[in-house]
Nanobody, 126 residues
């Protein structure tokens, strides 16, 4: 029922910024916790950031703290990932994911999320 479509990926120079968007449709967006994961070539899918369905709670992987910000606009059924000070190691396909409705925990494991987008590519050049 939940469809997720990412956009905003592209090529950016190291130190630059990029904002990813994930548009959701289907069930009530506000009842789902949302997350961003990424998968670099030859690597396992990695948790990046998540935002809970309530209270604005967020969590981030240590490597992006202070650089990335996850946010959501429930009126527009959209979650964002603002990425600043990008590094080549941020290069990956970025996926948005949804967990819900009304999950009690804000998960950082891919298996905890029920719905996934198709991914958007981010390439950070040095």
């Amino acid at each position: 029922q939940v469809q997720l479509v990412e956009s905003g990926g592209g090529l950016v120079q190291a130190g630059g910024s990029l904002t990813l968007s994930c548009a959701a449709s289907g069930r009530a967006f506000s009842s789902y916790s949302m997350a961003w994961f990424r998968q670099a070539p030859g690597k396992e899918r990695e948790f990046v950031a998540a935002i809970k369905w309530s209270l604005g709670w967020t969590r981030y992987t240590d490597s992006v703290k202070g650089r990335f910000t996850i946010s959501r606009d429930n009126a527009k059924n959209t979650v964002f990932l603002q990425m600043n000070s990008l590094k080549p190691e941020d290069t990956a396909v970025y996926y948005c994911a949804a967990d819900g409705p009304y999950p009690s925990q804000l998960r950082n494991d891919a298996t905890g999320y029920d719905y996934w987008g198709q991914g958007t590519r981010v390439t950070v050049s040095s």
